[in-house]
């Protein structure tokens, strides 16, 4: 009896060290699919950041769709005046830069920065050309509206007076209270 005793505790024993064995290798195993499944997520992740870094790379060359500030009256005088020069348009033609105030599009970042340009004496081609050379420029002001009219007191010919309306984004995040309480903080 006594040796059956010590079988079945030897048995009881060996049971629960196989039971355990079992439970520890079970445990392992998943940890090391769960140990498998981050390494992919981290070879994707890796992969993704790579096609990220190629893509800001390949943005970095093209132009940029707004600006950081609003252009000076300067700068932007002397954008439409190399453009009107480069298409043959005569400085004597161009009569007024008129710039409007920026307003916000929407609940955006972004403000729109409307200016009339007021030409007399162009042909169209030259327009044309004119137009041409705005749009070519890096974040450059784009055309939301031309109106031609027939100069005053001459024949219909192929000279016309244009007002063009230039428009260009500004990228101008709004301010909030918070943002300006933290400014304040800081100093």
């Not at 079945?8 to 445990?27: D, E, I, P, Q, S």
């Not at 920026?102 to 169209?124: C, E, I, M, N």
């Amino acid at each position: 009896m006594a040796i059956q005793q010590i079988e079945r505790k030897a048995l009881f024993t060996a049971g629960g060290l196989a039971a355990c064995l079992l439970v520890v290798t079970l445990w392992f195993n998943g940890h090391l699919a769960d140990s498998r499944a981050a390494a992919r997520a981290a070879v994707d992740d890796a992969q993704q950041c790579a096609r990220f870094v190629a893509d800001i790379r390949s943005l970095r060359h093209q132009p940029s769709l707004a600006e950081s500030q609003e252009l000076q009256l300067q700068e932007l005088t002397q954008r439409i005046e190399t453009a009107a020069k480069r298409s043959r348009i005569s400085l004597d033609s161009l009569v007024r830069i008129w710039p409007e105030p920026a307003k916000r599009v929407g609940d955006t970042s972004y403000k729109r920065k409307p200016t009339q340009v007021l030409f007399h004496r162009v042909t169209l081609p030259d327009l044309v050309g004119f137009l041409q050379q705005l749009s070519a420029q890096d974040a450059g002001p784009q055309v939301t509206r031309i109106r031609l009219t027939a100069p005053r007191g001459q024949e219909a010919g192929d000279q016309w007076s244009v007002e063009v309306t230039l428009t260009y984004l500004i990228y101008a995040p709004r301010i909030t209270k918070d943002d300006r309480a933290r400014a304040v903080g800081q100093f």
